[in-house]
């Protein structure tokens, strides 16, 4: 019996890992990338990385979104986020569905102005701090625990549920992803259901070869003592921003 249970577990495994290599024939990934994710004890980024302490546009392993795949200037992502990306742009596009990035990476001091004009916007109806920050948490990720800080992350053509639902302008672009993004890598974080962390968004799409092995580091390395400086951070702790947010996603994308 133990021999037949290692079977099915062999089998199992190379069924796993010929499913990973074809997502990363269809993306384009580098097996230098999933080398790096998968060598044990090297972590692959570093901390300021992790919390968004950089700067993209000097940063090697980021390049510039253009046209026709974003209508937005200053865009970027990391360069096998963006590989990826162009064959998902062009697959939708053979089936007429368009996409459109509406915000890719955006680094600490990004984070914090969002955070912090929000922070002053719902001071009114939320005036007592918790209260305010659950707020904002319920869409927008506090500074130095954001997703898009990694260059793997992007919002696609809307920021609002409803228009990606029945009836909505984007129905059918959120029926195409459903279908066919994990064929080139991507996933949902943050779908319905979920016990913690933000609000659904179908708008936004994740890089999972990369974006796994960054979560892993930043639990493994990363503290809510780590998040600072900016309006409310010391309640990073007691919201339990790293399991509940960082790490309250879709299982799919863990």
Known sequence: ??????????????????AQDQVSRNAGIPASVHAQADTSGK??????????KFNPATHPDFVKVDKPYTDRAGMM????????????????????????IISSTRNFDQQKNIWETKWER???????????????LEFSSMPGSSRHHWG???????????????????????????????????????TAGRAHGYQEEKWHWSFSPLSK??????????????????????????LHTVEYYVG?????CQ
Not at 248 to 252: A, C, K, L, S, W
Request: net charge negative.
């Open 1 to 18: 019996m133990s021999v037949l249970l290692w079977m099915i577990g062999f089998f199992m495994s190379g069924c796993q890992q010929a």
């Open 43 to 52: 972590s692959p980024v570093g901390a300021d990385y992790l919390l968004g």
């Open 77 to 100: 992502l990391r360069k096998e986020t963006f590989e990826a990306f162009k064959k998902m742009w062009a697959a939708a596009r053979a089936d007429n569905i368009s996409l459109r």
């Open 122 to 136: 719902f001071a009114k109806d939320a005036p007592a701090p918790k209260d305010r920050a659950l707020k904002i």
């Open 152 to 190: 793997t992350d992007i919002d696609l053509n809307d920021l609002n549920n409803p228009s990606f639902e029945a009836g909505g302008k984007y129905q059918k672009v959120y029926e195409w992803l459903s279908a066919h993004a994990h064929e080139y890598g991507f996933c949902q974080p943050y």
């Open 213 to 238: 092995p960054f979560l892993e580091e930043y639990k493994k390395t990363i503290s809510e003592s780590d998040i600072t400086g900016f309006k409310g951070a010391d309640l990073a702790p007691e």
């Open 248 to 252: 309250g996603i879709n299982q799919d």
